[in-house]
């Protein structure tokens, strides 16, 4: 319905300006004097300068609660309300003897804890040198008896064969002696020959015995050979000796004897066996000698558990770098709580956080003051209130119908009663998003930034506002009663040759001021146009196209 009655108005809108077109050429015939009654205005050059005033109350930018974190009697306040300060200046003092013990203590336990990570560092080092040493250690020790155990045996092996040897050669002894004693009885030429030959050759292995025992001497002491290499030779040597004995007795016994020959050959009968006797008993010594093989390979096997030992005991680096974190993390806490304490030393020394002046003090000299250690700025107790008067804002309350011509940045004109004679420079910094409606008013919250470098604007000053929404400067302009708003847009009737046009014109407009409007495009310099005031018989248009140029149709 409502679209119908818009489509309704532009018909009969535009009937009636063609009316007064046709009337006006028709009339122009009849009357010439009808131009001479229409209200007109012209599109000139000009200024036109659009502001929104409102009040508001002056507050700083930047406002500080300045709190102190540390707990105790205050010692000294430097600074009174209205005192300007810079920033780090200092403003009190709190009481430092707790809070300096606690610094002192951090400083002891962190040398402590460096000492002990020292320590830690060192016992690593040892460790690692100690457990090289006794695995290095432990494998020489194995090799060392393997090679025992190797060479017993080998030893053991060659005592077996050289007492095998001497027990052999002890009974062919025996015998031949019991043979030289039966031969003293019955003493025959041939068998003093064979005798003198048996003795020549046996002096012959003597002397062959002599040197080899010598030589093996010579290299035992030398450390070339083994003990038992020695024993052998003695032991044959032993054996070439006995022959050489038993050769020359058996000489003597091919002889004819004597009653002390027959004795001597009983004597050397008794000694050989005596000597049979005691290589039995080197043999019957073997079996010891079996027991120490067990004893090397019992050896060996302690000394390759104390490799294995060795080796296991690496797990003792692993515990030693266990200790080595455990004393570095140890460090780095005591660091951590050295900071801390001279964090809340620090505190004890409150300073300015800002360049700013002192608004309200709210302790005193002597006072006891207790602050939480919370993270939270609202847990320490507040000192004093600071602002940064250099830069103060205000906030004013602007009515709906002015708050579109306003936009942020748009220069601001300040005035106090304090100082009437001054004007104080600003600009817009928000407009609220949102209104806020009382008594049935709505209005809009718009924020501005002023300039105070001489503090003169103080906190809580009642001031007034001229928000400067435009300026234009030499634009075209037209009278507002000359503009018509219709749903298609703006639009103005001109006048061709002192007459109405045939059609409206449509325009476009900048800013509009009290009593003119800003043209963008459809009209230029000197061109006129019909105004509210010329409409109705008298000029040639219908009553219904002055009502409307006096109240213009609000764009859809």
């Known amino acids: 319905m409502k679209k119908w009655m818009i489509i309704i108005v532009i018909v009969v809108l535009v009937v009636g300006v063609g009316a007064i077109l046709v009337r006006g050429r028709i009339g122009g015939k009849e009357d010439n004097g009808i131009a001479e009654n229409m209200n007109t205005a012209k599109v000139e050059r000009g200024n036109i300068s659009v502001s929104v005033s409102a009040t508001g109350t002056v507050e700083p930018l930047v406002t500080v609660e300045v709190r102190s974190k540390a707990s105790g009697e205050i010692m000294r306040l430097y600074v009174e309300e209205g005192d300007v300060l810079f920033f780090d200046e200092m403003i009190a003092e709190i009481e430092k003897k707790y809070t300096q013990a606690d ?50 045996r080998e030893d053991i092996a060659l005592e077996k064969v050289g007492n095998q040897r001497s027990v052999n050669q002890a009974k062919k002894d025996l015998e031949i002696v019991k043979l030289k004693q039966k031969q003293a009885k019955l003493s025959r030429p041939e068998s003093v020959k064979r005798s003198q030959a048996s003795l020549t050759q046996c002096k012959a292995s003597l002397d062959l015995a002599k040197e080899e025992y010598d030589r093996i001497t010579s290299l035992y002491e ?43 050959a009983k004597l050397n009968v008794e000694k050989s066996e005596l000597a049979l006797e005691a290589a039995e008993h080197r043999q019957k010594q073997e079996k010891p000698r079996d027991k120490d093989i067990k004893i090397a390979e019992s050896q060996l096997a302690d000394t390759k558990s104390s490799l294995e030992l060795a080796i296991a005991n690496k797990v003792q680096i692993k515990l ?36 700013g002046t002192i608004l309200q003090k709210n ?57 009437p004679d001054e004007r104080f420079r600003g600009s817009v910094l928000q407009i609220a998003p949102q209104g806020r409606t009382a008594q049935n008013v709505t209005t809009f919250e718009v924020t501005t930034e002023i300039n105070n470098p001489s503090n003169i604007l103080k906190p809580g000053m009642n001031v007034e506002v001229n928000i400067m929404a435009a300026n234009r400067q030499d634009v075209l302009v037209l009278a507002n009663e000359a503009i018509m708003t219709t749903p298609r847009g703006k639009m103005v009737i001109p006048l061709i040759d002192g007459k109405p046009g045939e059609s409206p014109q449509m325009i476009e407009t900048g800013a509009r001021g009290w009593d003119k409007t800003e043209i963008i ?9 019909m105004t509210s005031g010329a409409s109705g018989p008298a000029c040639g248009g219908p009553d219904w196209l002055g009502d409307r140029m006096k109240n213009p149709m609000p764009p859809i």
């Open 103 to 152: 610094v002192d203590k951090a400083k002891a336990d962190l040398k402590s804890a460096e000492a002990r990570l020292v320590q830690a560092e060192e016992n690593i080092k040892l460790q690692k040198i100690q457990t090289r040493i006794q695995i290095e250690q432990a494998h020489e020790n194995v090799a060392e008896s393997e090679t025992r155990l190797i060479k017993l």
């Open 222 to 264: 030398k450390k070339y050979i083994s003990k038992s290499e020695v024993d052998s030779a003695k032991a044959k040597l032993d054996s070439a000796q006995a022959q050489h004995d038993s050769a020359l007795a058996q000489l003597e016994m091919v002889e004819p004897s004597s009653e002390e020959d027959l004795k001597l």
């Open 320 to 355: 030693k770098e266990k200790d080595l974190e455990a004393a570095q993390a140890t460090v780095l806490r005591s660091e951590v709580a050295l900071e801390e304490s001279n964090d809340r030393l620090e505190d004890t020394d409150v300073r300015a956080p800002i360049t």
């Open 363 to 419: 302790v005193e000299e002597g006072q006891v003051i207790t602050s939480s250690m919370s993270a939270t700025a609202a847990a320490g107790t507040l000192l004093f209130t600071m602002a940064d008067l250099e830069n103060v804002y205000l906030k004013t309350e602007i009515d709906e119908t002015d708050i579109g011509k306003i936009e942020p940045g748009m220069m601001v004109t300040i005035t106090v009663e304090a100082y």
């Open 521 to 529: 495009s459809g009209l230029a310099d000197g061109h006129e146009v």
